[in-house]
């Protein structure tokens, strides 16, 4: 199963590719390459046990990230697939992998639509020095979930509240996670907002 696990090695690591790939994206909203820190850690499970998918909630100090990824054994054969690749790498057990932003693999997508059409709820993630943290899903309206009558709004920089009485709302995703330890405060926040499309 294509999992990044806590117990091996990726060379590069993430603390060696993500500021600089975080400071090239138009949603970063600081300047600069950044330090960033980990506040959280979800894991999601690919039913057919080949992508691995994680989102990486981080901080720059200022404001918290959230970076969704997929590793995977072969690169995306869609087309466009190549402006969604972060970097490839070396996993101590699993050998190369290419690793995505997950906003742009299908498989993060229908992932995310199948939490949020069952309501379900991710397994709580770890990784070393990264926080517990996990995803619930909600459906908010009837109808089916699927990408070609959706799409997912991510919020790059989690937001306290999800919007109000937007009639296009079909369903959202919320985090949950523990930034100065289990014994802490919580803090929560919208992950992302599914609409209708069209």
Known sequence: MAK????????????DFLPLWVSRQPWYLGTGIPSLSPVGFIRFDDPA???GIETHLVTDGSAIYQIPMTYRGA???NAGAEEALITTAEHSVLGTRWIYDGEADPVWISEVLRLVRTNGTSDPGHE????????????????ELTSDLVTIELRRAPTVDPP??????VG????TWYPNGPDAA???GCLAVVRQSG
Do not use: C, N, W
């Open 49 to 51: 046990g080949e992508v």
């Open 4 to 15: 990044i696990r806590s117990v091996a090695t990726l060379t590069p690591h993430f603390r």
């Open 186 to 188: 919580v803090a929560t």
């Open 164 to 169: 109000a009485g937007e009639p296009d709302i």
């Open 128 to 143: 070393k020095g990264a926080r517990e943290a996990y995803a619930q899903g909600r459906h908010v309206m009837p109808g």
């Open 172 to 175: 959202l995703m919320t985090g």
């Open 75 to 77: 690169p995306i054969e």
